[in-house]
């Protein structure tokens, strides 16, 4: 079946602007993860949805970030005013819960330059 | 605070030779432990849990508590294992705190 995909896969903006990561997770999977990659930092945890509870948002850098989740599908992380350091790889992932822990399966990234 | 390391960013060994990815963590309960591989133009993908006490391609992974260490090893390595390598600890339920990861380059 379709894994997670990411759109789009590579964006380009310039310093100030706003953009929109898209991600559409694996059918019938109720959690949805953000992460960010970066050389020098690894994987970083932005925010975390699970089914209609609140979204753990511990992890995202600044009030510049946010992130929605549709319809519990669909997810948009909205970065706005870029700065250069959000220059990264953001990779979303999904799982489907049902127990203690279910494998994350991850997207294939959007690799984001803020010029 | 919750804190997964890995020492090493780049690691080079030879075919056929013993290889050992290093990963220590700090957390204050039972930890789980993960690791993630991603290959060169593939998806971050999940290697193998401790949980499991399984054998992936070769690869093993041991929880020492008292060393607080997961340990990555693998003891004759194949060119196909280059790749990043991802040690992560399970935070709650779900989340996953990851290291910083290590690159991992086999020569011929």
């Known amino acids: 079946g379709a894994g997670v995909s990411q759109s789009p896969s590579n964006k380009v903006t310039e310093k100030g602007k706003d953009v929109e990561l898209r991600c559409d997770p694996i059918?019938?999977?109720?959690?949805l993860y953000w992460y960010r990659q970066s050389l020098g930092q690894g994987l970083e945890f932005l925010i975390y949805?699970?089914?209609?509870?609140?979204?753990?948002k511990s992890g995202l850098p600044s009030d510049r970030f946010s992130a929605e989740r549709t319809g519990g599908s669909v997810s948009t992380l909205t970065i706005q005013r870029t700065q250069q350091e959000d220059s990264a790889v953001y990779l979303c992932?999904?799982?489907?819960?049902?127990?203690?822990?279910?494998?994350?399966?991850f997207g294939p990234g959007t690799r984001l330059t803020v010029l | 605070a919750q804190r997964v390391t890995q020492p090493e960013k780049l690691l080079s060994v030879f075919k056929g030779a013993p290889v050992e990815l290093k990963c220590n963590y700090s957390?204050?309960?039972?930890?789980?432990l993960f690791w993630y591989v991603q290959y060169s133009r593939q998806r971050l993908q999940l290697l193998l849990r401790?949980?499991s006490r399984e054998s992936i391609k070769g690869f093993t992974a041991d929880l020492n508590k008292g060393e607080t260490s997961f340990h990555l090893k693998k003891p004759f390595a194949q060119e196909e294992d280059s790749a990043m390598y991802y040690c992560?600890?399970?935070?709650?339920?779900?989340?996953?705190?990851f290291g910083q990861g290590t690159r991992l380059t086999i020569n011929p």
């Open positions: 992932a999904s799982s489907n819960v049902g127990g203690h822990y279910n494998e994350q399966f």
């Open positions: 059918s019938g999977h109720t959690a």
């Open positions: 949805f699970q089914g209609n509870s609140a979204p753990d």
């Open positions: 957390y204050s309960g039972s930890p789980e």
């Open positions: 401790h949980i």
């Open positions: 992560a600890l399970l935070q709650g339920a779900q989340k996953l705190v």
